[in-house]
């Protein structure tokens, strides 16, 4: 479209505005990690996790109650509706040019801003979702039970239609051609609407649970919320490593959390000069070499992680039942590759968080700015459209500063995770030695992940 944003240049910062070299800072994370595993062998010997989500402090009473009311969940689903009908306006009516808020809207607004609102509230979007309201709405006038449809989902289907439908996403957000147009947005809403709407008739609500990208991209990072549900359902104040401790293995799971974390580190790259020069350069539409380069990092992240897995289950001899060993190896690698899937999402936080920071505050509020008036007809429905962003939040050196911080972060909360899922799934006497194929793993994602953001 003539004049769109091209939602690109993520970060503001650079080698430039480390304190010290990058090959210094490589080198110092890598030893923080292996410092921290260490320590972790020497002080942490049992398992300490909430793995069973049976812990926590109940919230106040009349929190309780506000959370758990009709009323107010009524209100979040008709702030949801009027949210999406507020953008239908742009999308369906308003001019394609820069001045639409469509694009900023879907990729900056959602998909970047609900990392910070699932951290500190919990899986919101399952609460705010308009296609769940709009299946609710016509089950209820159809006088049918929405969590039932006209057949059950198949027992191992698990996450695997969420896996799919997130890579649809970010092969539209960072591959697709003119993917900041509204054709191009209008095009790919139109499908996943079909497949959430026709999914729930089909199998009932529950199909939001397994198949919505953004359900389950907020219900992944809303683990890490210092709120959330006890196994009993009761609200409660909780440690948030319990929460992501409590993320229990499934199908599909393990494609789902790959795929988040291979395609922002996609995103770092695809944002290299090398890369950008290889685009240009190989005589193929810079579509197909962007699809080729998307399924090849997310094939790289995911062979590592299996690799270094099967390595620990090997090495641990991992089994069920807090560490039998298990006769069957596979078997053992593929249990071994769910039950310590978890610790790849403060990773991939990590890495959004670091990648997309500076986005989500400048885009993020001239895309409010032009919320105010979709249409662009110089109103100010909204009261915002005369925003001018902020930078202060956003200086070269505070965000490299950042990013430094939340990657190893990231990492050093991934370690912890997967010690103490180790010393569950491990004989005690191998427990550490089984850790040493994750840790290397998670050196190399520290690596490379801080290589892709400041070595470009």
Do not use: K
């Amino acid at each position: 479209m003539s004049g769109a944003p091209v939602l690109l240049a993520h970060g503001v910062g650079g080698r430039q505005d480390l304190p010290i070299t990058l090959a210094q800072l490589v080198v110092a994370a890598a030893l923080t990690l292996v410092v921290t595993f260490v320590a972790l062998g020497v002080l942490w010997r049992e398992p300490r996790l909430d793995r069973d989500a049976t812990g926590g402090r109940p919230v106040p009473d009349w929190l309780a109650r506000l959370v758990d009311a009709p009323a107010f969940l009524g209100v979040l689903r008709g702030l949801g509706l009027l949210a999406a009908g507020w953008f239908c306006v742009g999308l369906l009516r308003g001019p394609d040019t820069a001045d639409n808020p469509t694009a900023g809207a879907l990729y900056v607004l959602l998909w970047v801003g609900l990392v910070p609102v699932s951290l500190l509230f919990g899986p919101v979007w399952r609460a705010v979702n308009p296609l769940r309201t709009v299946h609710l709405l016509v089950a209820l006038a159809a006088r049918r039970d929405p969590a039932r449809g006209v057949r059950d989902l198949p027992p191992g289907l698990g996450l695997w239609p969420a896996a799919v439908t997130l890579f649809s996403f970010v092969w539209l957000e960072l591959v697709a051609p003119d993917r900041a147009t509204l054709p191009v947005i209008g095009a790919w809403l139109a499908g996943y609407a079909v497949v959430m709407l026709a999914g729930a008739v089909l199998f009932g609500a529950t199909w939001f649970d397994r198949a919505d990208p953004f359900e389950v991209y907020s219900a992944l990072v809303g683990r890490l919320a210092p709120i959330g549900r006890a196994a009993d359902g009761v609200l409660v104040w909780r440690n948030p490593l319990d929460g992501i401790a409590g993320l229990r293995p499934r199908p599909g799971l393990v494609a789902v959390v790959i795929v988040l974390l291979g395609s922002t580190m996609f995103d770092s790259l695809s944002n290299a000069p090398a890369w950008l020069r290889f685009v240009q350069e190989n005589g193929l539409p810079p579509a197909v070499t962007g699809s080729a380069g998307l399924v090849l990092v997310i094939g790289v992240v995911a062979v590592a992680y299996l690799v270094a897995v099967a390595a620990a289950a090997r090495i641990g001899r991992a089994g069920p039942g807090g560490g039998a060993a298990s006769a069957d190896g596979a078997a053992s690698a593929r249990r071994a590759a769910g039950e310590i899937a978890h610790s790849i999402v403060p990773i991939a936080v990590g890495y959004v968080v670091a990648h997309y920071y500076s986005l989500l505050i400048l885009e993020g509020q001239r895309t409010v700015a032009l919320l105010s008036d979709p249409l662009d007809t110089g109103a100010d429905w909204l009261g915002t459209a005369g925003w001018q962003p902020h930078t202060a939040l956003v200086t070269p050196s505070g965000v490299a500063s950042l990013q430094i911080t939340v990657i190893i972060l990231g990492h050093l909360l991934g370690t912890l995770l997967a010690h103490d899922r180790a010393l569950y799934l491990f004989p005690r006497a191998r427990a550490v030695a089984g850790q040493l194929p994750l840790l290397a793993l998670m050196v190399a994602y520290t690596v490379a992940g801080l290589l892709l953001l400041y070595a470009g």
